[in-house]
């Protein structure tokens, strides 16, 4: 681990890669050897950006949240293996009785894009039309991103398990407030004025991206995928106020760097931190190992997926293809769309996290990302 290299890599963004605002941070064991932050807040360059800078990171609130329903299952004591309606009756309809909460979790259920999509503040319709909705694919067969429908699942499984409780402020009661953590699904109004606003990118993927080429055609899942429910698509519509407040597990978690990082390192010591157990063995062992991997229906690209969270794929002879997430088998974490992304890396106990307000195109980690992550291990 070369923190020396990462401190030249993170002022190297700002030199050379366009970077406007960002954090940078590394959790190891109990220590946070690195939290650093520089830049600004807005183009105007007229209010600095902090290391405890709050930012939006995107679908990288994937993994806080996907935490959150784990141990609500634990704590339940109810197996990954239960059908999805066991806790969820309506949610047998339209042939989906036999969906488990591992295939939900591992984006196997074919539920990413609605056939009638809702508008995204109406969580209770939202709920309604998951449940009717008929799966894109035979559940369990093969896999594709959820890129916003994926929170509101957990959303509403979470609240069935916990009399009512929101996914939102199940994280703070749970993790965010014993950690001491500044992260929020769900921020409060007198905590507005520390958020750096987020900004779309300036360019676009290369011609012939797949992915981009399937989200440019009308009607094509991806495309859907990304507008169910429907309304919040632009950076600038995710920068208000009743946005910022609002409860979106699979979007809309707002925090520092150094927050992620902590939740990481957490996950990375085995659950655990200062004594305190957060998770089983099992549970952990079902995030680091096993999952889903292929051609991702959504993303149209090749993804691996364990219980909630991202990994990076791997050929068949064992070796990884993609480091987003650094040179460990066992890492696993979730990217934002922009360019954030947050990990565990059980083999050194360590937790990382970056975060920004000036996006890049694409939704897997872009070259500021990977430049930190390569630093960081060497080059990989």
């Not at 190297?12 to 830049?39: C, M, T, Y």
């Not at 591992?106 to 056939?115: F, P, R, T």
């Not at 937790?351 to 890049?360: K, L, P, R, S, T």
């Amino acid at each position: 681990m070369n923190l020396e290299a990462l401190s030249l890599a993170f002022e190297d963004n700002f030199l050379s890669r366009g970077e406007l605002g960002a954090s940078v941070a590394v959790w190891r064991q109990n220590h946070p050897p690195l939290s650093l932050g520089a830049g600004f807040q807005d183009p105007e360059r007229s209010q600095p950006w902090q290391s405890d800078t709050p930012v939006l990171v995107w679908s990288a609130t994937k993994g806080p949240a996907a935490a959150c329903l784990l141990h609500a299952l634990e704590t339940a004591r109810v197996p990954l293996h239960t059908a999805v309606a066991t806790i969820w009756p309506a949610f047998a309809a339209s042939g989906k009785g036999a969906i488990s909460l591992r295939m939900l979790l591992q984006h196997e259920a074919g539920l990413c894009a609605l056939d009638n999509p809702p508008p995204v503040e109406d969580r209770e319709a939202v709920a309604a039309a998951l449940s009717l909705q008929a799966p894109a694919w035979e559940p369990g067969t093969a896999h594709g991103y959820h890129p916003r429908t994926f929170g509101f699942l957990l959303d509403e499984l979470l609240r069935r398990l916990g009399a009512g409780e929101s996914l939102g402020d199940y994280w703070r009661r749970v993790f965010a407030e014993p950690l001491s953590l500044d992260f929020w699904i769900g921020l409060p109004p007198h905590l507005l004025a520390r958020v750096a606003p987020v900004f779309s990118a300036r360019s676009m993927l290369p011609k012939g991206d797949p992915f981009l080429a399937a989200f440019m055609t009308p009607g094509s899942l991806t495309s859907r995928s990304f507008a169910s429910p429907k309304g919040l698509h632009s950076a600038a519509s995710m920068n208000t106020p009743a946005a910022r407040a609002a409860c979106y597990p699979g979007f809309g978690g707002i925090g520092t760097a150094s927050a992620l990082a902590k939740f990481y390192a957490m996950l990375a010591c085995g659950g655990t931190w200062e004594g305190r157990r957060f998770f089983e063995p099992a549970t952990l062992e079902s995030i680091q190992s096993g999952g889903v991997q292929g051609p991702d229906r959504v993303l149209q690209m090749e993804t691996a997926f364990s219980c909630g969270f991202m990994r990076d794929t791997v050929s068949a002879g064992g070796a990884k293809t993609r480091h987003i997430f650094g040179p460990s088998h066992s890492a696993f974490g979730h990217p934002g769309a922009g360019g954030s992304v947050a990990f565990a890396d059980p083999e050194r106990g360590l937790g990382f996290a970056y975060v920004m307000n000036q996006m890049e195109p694409g939704v897997l980690p872009n070259q500021r990302a990977m430049a930190l992550v390569q630093a960081l291990f060497g080059q990989l």
